[in-house]
């Protein structure tokens, strides 16, 4: 194996601005994509273009100027039809063009983990009209999560108490809904004890390994810190890793995957993955020997990885931003940064709106709970402001 590498990474926030860095630590060559100019990636790549991913031919003129070695997609809303056009090209897809066609929509990677694998999942069902909602919502009873098939971070989601909260939460799902489709899906809520990431790396030419367990708190359906190691039994942590490589065996190919599980009294229930870095594993910049940038690249280039180490109790929390803007200024990073074992990454977004992941704090401790409580005091110290 030669290097340097050629990769194309389709998704340019901050988990592809980790990446890259990884990428060009090693000497890659890094084209960064993304619908916008001045995405994270784009600051610390070799090249970038702005395009639609979601356009074939924006995809195939990128493509065809840069011949990657390797197209590394960092976000779901890419058109992965043509991905699989690539793959048949002899391009390699990270992890494979089908696992990224089978995780955009949340339909085909439940059934896959549900039905051809026997996986347990949550109680779910589709309904394409408010009225085939009421139907399933009765059916599966209350209270019940309502989600777009095509939405990520938590948009369009909503938890539905009863069965007059039902229209409301089709309108918000059809709103929050990437494309056009009027598909939504409607699952059992899982009254879960924790929920966990298990960072899952598969490699091609050697077997699967694990990062210590993610435990993670999430709002609005999008995550507001994690944490390492989520305290789980061994008994529960090893059911988590058979599953997770049941289901990315399927999937195929190499890479790192956030494979994600609930974890209740009694059982552990698949919930979904990301076949690429996820947000919750951001707590790896701080934790480990080789962050899961470094986990995925090596994976991808086929590098070994002799060993995972954990240095120390470690959690992430996000710094959100509360408004639109254009004008980014962080206040108050010197006060975070003046605690032991804390950083930051800021990441460099040219704008905010409401709730928009704009940074994260990192902490390492003696135990989780001050790992968390220290991260979680550096992310409440960051103010962002207008200049
Ligand atoms: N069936 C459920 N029961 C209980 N909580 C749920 C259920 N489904 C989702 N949640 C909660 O909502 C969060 C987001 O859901 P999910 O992971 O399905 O959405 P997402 O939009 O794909 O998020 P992301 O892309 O950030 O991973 C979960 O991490 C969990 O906290
Ligand atoms: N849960 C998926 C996730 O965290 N993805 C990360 O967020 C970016 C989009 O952020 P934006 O919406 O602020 O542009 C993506 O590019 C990726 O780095
Ligand atoms: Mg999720």
């Keep these: 194996m030669k290097l340097p590498k050629k990769l194309m990474l389709l998704g340019s926030g ?22 916008y100019p001045h995405a994270p990636a784009m600051q610390v790549a070799d090249e970038c273009e702005v395009i639609s991913m979601l356009s074939a031919e924006d995809l195939e003129r990128v493509v065809s100027k840069h011949q990657p070695d390797y197209i590394i997609p960092e976000i779901e809303a890419i058109r992965t039809e043509k991905l699989l056009e ?3 090209r002899g391009i390699t897809v990270i992890p494979t063009a089908k696992a990224t ?4 929509n949340r339909d085909r990677i439940r059934e896959l983990a549900h039905q051809e694998l026997g996986v347990r999942t949550a109680k779910y069902a589709y309904a394409t009209t408010l009225a085939e909602l009421q139907v399933a919502a009765s059916e599966i009873g209350f209270p019940n999560v309502v989600k777009p098939v095509m939405s990520s971070s938590g948009k369009g989601q909503s938890v539905v108490a009863s069965a007059t909260e039902v229209e409301t939460a089709w309108n918000y799902a059809i709103d929050g809904s990437r494309g056009d489709t009027h598909k939504v899906i409607i699952e059992e809520f899982i009254n879960f004890e924790i929920e966990i990431t298990l960072l899952t790396i598969k490699q091609w030419n050697a077997p699967t390994i694990f990062c210590p367990p993610i435990g993670h708190r999430q709002e609005r359906g999008d ?6 190691p989520a305290q789980i039994k061994p008994d529960r942590l090893l059911a988590a890793q058979e599953i997770a490589t049941q289901v990315t065996d399927a999937l195929g190919g ?15 229930i698949f919930s979904e993955l990301s076949p690429r870095p996820h947000d919750t594993g951001m707590v790896t910049l701080i934790s480990q020997n080789l962050n899961e940038f470094e986990l995925h690249l090596r994976a991808v280039l086929g590098l070994p990885i002799p060993n995972i180490v954990q240095y120390a109790p470690s959690a992430s929390a996000v710094i959100l931003a509360s408004k639109n ?5 962080f206040n108050g990073v010197a006060e975070a940064l003046s605690v032991p074992d804390v950083d930051l990454r800021l990441f460099g ?10 940074g994260v704090a990192l ?13 979680f005091e550096a992310a409440s110290k960051i103010e962002i402001v207008d200049r």
């Design 223 to 228: 995550y507001q810190e994690s944490w390492q």
């Design 254 to 268: 190499a890479g790192i995957f956030g494979v994600e599980f609930f974890i209740t009294a009694d059982e552990v």
């Design 325 to 329: 803007s254009d004008s980014i200024y």
């Design 101 to 104: 066609d089978y995780t955009m």
């Design 14 to 35: 901050e988990l592809g601005k980790e990446f890259t860095i990884a990428a060009q630590r090693l000497g890659n060559h890094v084209v960064a994509v993304d619908r």
């Design 363 to 375: 902490a390492k401790a003696e135990t989780t709970e001050l790992a968390r409580a220290k991260a």
């Design 86 to 88: 690539f793959e048949q």
């Design 349 to 358: 977004k040219p704008d905010s709106r409401p709730y928009r992941r704009m």
